[in-house]
């Protein structure tokens, strides 16, 4: 599944409708569960007066449906979903005195409206009007937060479908599982059967009284709070290649590029390699982009931010919200390392960085007096965690960002998909596209010659990640046992 941008997807022609929640004025009620650090200083930082609340912030998913669209059956998908995921129902008030507040409408009070686009049936006009409405409607600010779009294709008896959000109310993970949800949703309402009832669909403000709890007995001495403090010694948030940005209008879009690095047989064949090192595919891809850093731009230090996935527990494996943190990745590789020994500092690297998994990077900063947001990330996320991932594809599933303006943020998301390993970045208009090109050419090579340099190294070490115990994992029901596998690889997705 590739992550990229709106206008990157092909829409086919076809009679497009936009679908808006609705709530009665009076449905909104004082709730006393916080937002979480991450949300409440995310709210804090946006001007309730931008006429553009969506520009650079949005994300969502496309896909098209397998059935024809029956606007009564999509109506009511909908509406069970919002139903079913209270962080969808769930809205801010503002007060200059204090930070947002959280209010909550009941699963009842939800409804759909549809609206006909009349005259828009062309796929590259229906793109640019849904680039342009998102970013005009979506907002941590104001409800709905979440919108949906339809483009009915009658000469194929299908539909392609687009949920986008402002990031409050979603994360990676919500814009894949998605996908499956709402298919499934769509036939329980076809052929009328009731929604399907799970203890995995759990409030993310729920996960907002924990992870505030967490946050507030964090204190300069707390082990997350020194690796921060031991990544940030300089004083700055680390950079990608600052030496070759060049000087560009603030007004343009940042580039961004999409690729497969390696096909199936070639990603196998590494995969193959790491099991015999006992290396994870994450510490791989680490210690493949550390190497492409020093060898592309002569940097034996290679700094970044991580995003992790923090679904603590079953209960929120189905649940839509921003389950994120962020955590410090410092990898250091001495003068002409091999990859098998930038294998060794990455995996030394992640490990580190466990310190920080389950601090809130927000808090963490506060309390390091830090105001600077990461200006470069790398994620990772083996798509394989997600139930009936291989139809993912056959849907043509994207996960989608909005187009960034920063003069100096690169990000990288690297995804072991079904048919291979894929890598998405955005950059500054400023960073030459060919010093990227470069960069990721390298960062493939490296990671191609995993394959050798295991078989002609030393035998495997032994060395490995604790497993559950057997009793542990049978004393699960089935259900639950592949629900735990799910959480345990993403959320040990840094290796």
Request: glycine fraction near 6%.
């Amino acid at each position: 599944m590739e992550y990229t941008h709106l206008s990157e997807f092909e829409i086919r022609h076809g009679a497009l409708s936009m679908w808006t929640p609705e709530l009665a004025a009076d449905a909104w009620q004082p709730d006393d569960r916080p937002l979480t650090s991450v949300h409440a200083g995310y709210c804090a930082s946006v001007d309730p007066a931008d006429p553009l609340p969506g520009r650079g912030r949005w994300i969502g998913t496309v896909f098209e449906m397998d059935a024809p669209l029956d606007g009564a059956t999509w109506r009511e998908t909908l509406r069970r979903w919002h139903a079913r995921h209270e962080g969808l129902r769930t809205t801010v008030t503002t007060d200059p005195a204090g930070e947002p507040r959280r209010l909550v409408a009941a699963p009842a009070a939800v409804d759909v409206a549809e609206q006909p686009i009349a005259g828009l049936t062309e796929g590259t006009r229906i793109n640019e009007f849904l680039s342009g409405t998102l970013e005009e409607r979506l907002s941590p600010l104001v409800w709905p937060h979440c919108l949906a779009a339809t483009v009915e294709h009658a000469d194929t008896g299908d539909f392609t479908v687009l949920v986008a959000a402002d990031h409050s109310v979603l994360d990676a993970y919500s814009q894949a599982i998605l996908i499956l949800e709402l298919r499934t949703l769509y036939r329980e309402v076809m052929v009328g059967e009731k929604a399907r009832e799970s203890v995995t669909f759990g409030s993310a403000a729920d996960f907002a009284v924990l992870e505030r709890a967490s946050a507030a007995e964090l204190d300069s001495d707390s082990p997350a709070v020194a690796t921060w403090r031991a990544f940030l010694a300089d004083g700055a948030m680390p950079r990608f290649a600052p030496h070759a940005q060049r000087p560009a209008r603030a007004d343009l879009p940042q580039p961004s590029v999409s690729r497969r690095l390696l096909d199936l047989a070639e990603l196998e064949g590494v995969e193959a390699a790491l099991d015999q090192v006992r290396h994870r595919m994450s510490v791989a891809v680490f210690a493949a982009l550390a190497v492409a850093n020093q060898q592309r731009f002569g940097a034996d230090r290679m700094r970044t931010a991580m995003p992790i996935a923090t679904r603590p527990d079953l209960r929120w494996m189905e649940s839509m919200g921003w389950f994120v943190n962020v955590v410090p990745v410092d990898i250091a590789l001495p003068p002409g390392v091999g990859i098998a020994g930038a294998m060794d500092q990455a995996r030394a690297a992640l490990r580190r960085s466990r310190a920080a998994n389950d601090a809130s990077w927000s808090r963490v900063l506060y309390l390091l007096a830090v105001t600077e947001t990461p200006r470069f990330g790398i994620s990772f996320l083996d798509i394989r965690v997600l139930p009936g991932y291989e139809l993912v594809a056959d849907l043509r599933g994207r996960t989608l960002r909005a187009e960034s303006y920063s003069p100096d943020e690169v990000f990288l998301w690297v995804v072991r998909a079904a048919d291979g390993l894929y890598v998405s970045t955005r950059y500054p208009a400023g960073f030459p596209a060919e010093v990227m090109d470069e960069f990721l050419t390298a960062f493939g090579q490296a990671l191609s010659s995993i394959t050798a340099a295991v078989h002609a190294g030393p035998a495997a070490d032994g060395r490995g990640e604790p497993r559950p115990s057997v009793a542990a994992e049978t004393a699960m029901p089935a259900d639950a046992r592949t629900l735990r596998t799910n959480t345990l690889r993403v959320a040990a997705q840094a290796g």
